[in-house]
T-cell receptor
């Protein structure tokens, strides 16, 4: 079956502009995660959705970052007034409902490479 | 707060040689532990995970990892490396006692395989 897909694969924008990054999770997965991966680093957690609601947004760096998942499937990460420091690969992951004995596997998409000039 | 350290940024091994990638974590209790692999242009793929029970965990592609509580380590091993194993490897931890679902990743180890 189809995995997690992310669009666009690459996004180049200018400082100060607004961008939207889209994630299509695996069909039926209730949990969705956004991570950010800077060059030479591991992914860093941004936000986690269970269904339509953001269950944990503690990783969002500031109020320029916002994410939605209105119908409990597709999610959009929105970045306002982009800065050069926002340049990174933004990864989306999804998982099935968490089992009682641990964390279910998070399936990652290929990412969106954001470059802010 | 939990953290993960992967001390080796870059490792080069010859094809057919054995491999061990190091991972140390900091966490108040025993966390959930994961190893992911990331090939260029690909998403992260789960190699193996430890939740409880046997401390030697078998994964895909011939990888295994051993959880050592006394050393706060979860090192990844493979007895014989193939050229296709060249990639970046990430160790990650998940909280066991807080219900938090986010993973904390190390900074990764890039594996290069020489013919």
């Amino acid at each position: 079956g189809a995995g997690v897909s992310q669009t666009p694969s690459n996004k180049v924008t200018e400082k100060g502009k607004y961008v939207e990054l889209r994630c299509d999770p695996i069909s039926g997965h209730t949990a969705l995660y956004w991570y950010r991966q800077s060059l030479g680093q591991g992914p860093e957690f941004l936000i986690y959705f269970q269904g339509t609601g953001a269950a944990d947004d503690s990783g969002l760096p500031n109020d320029r970052f916002f994410a939605v998942r209105p119908e409990g499937s597709v999610s959009t990460l929105k970045i306002q007034r982009t800065e050069r420091g926002d340049s990174a690969v933004y990864l989306c992951a999804s998982s099935d409902r968490t089992s009682s004995n641990g964390l279910n596997e998070q399936f990652f998409g290929p990412g969106t490479r954001l470059t802010v000039l | 707060a939990q953290s993960v350290t992967q001390p080796d940024i870059h490792i080069t091994v010859s094809e057919g040689a054995s491999l061990e990638l190091r991972c140390n974590y900091s966490y108040g209790a025993t966390p959930y532990l994961f190893w992911y692999v990331q090939s260029p242009g690909q998403g992260l793929q789960l190699l193996l995970k430890y939740f409880s029970g046997d401390t030697l965990v078998q994964g895909i592609k011939g990888f295994e990892a051993e959880f050592k509580r006394s050393q706060s380590s979860f090192n990844l091993r493979k007895p014989s490396v193939h050229w296709s194993d060249a990639a970046e490897y990430f160790c990650a931890v998940g909280a066991r006692d807080t219900g938090r679902r986010a993973l904390t990743f190390g900074s990764g180890t890039r594996l290069q395989v020489q013919p």
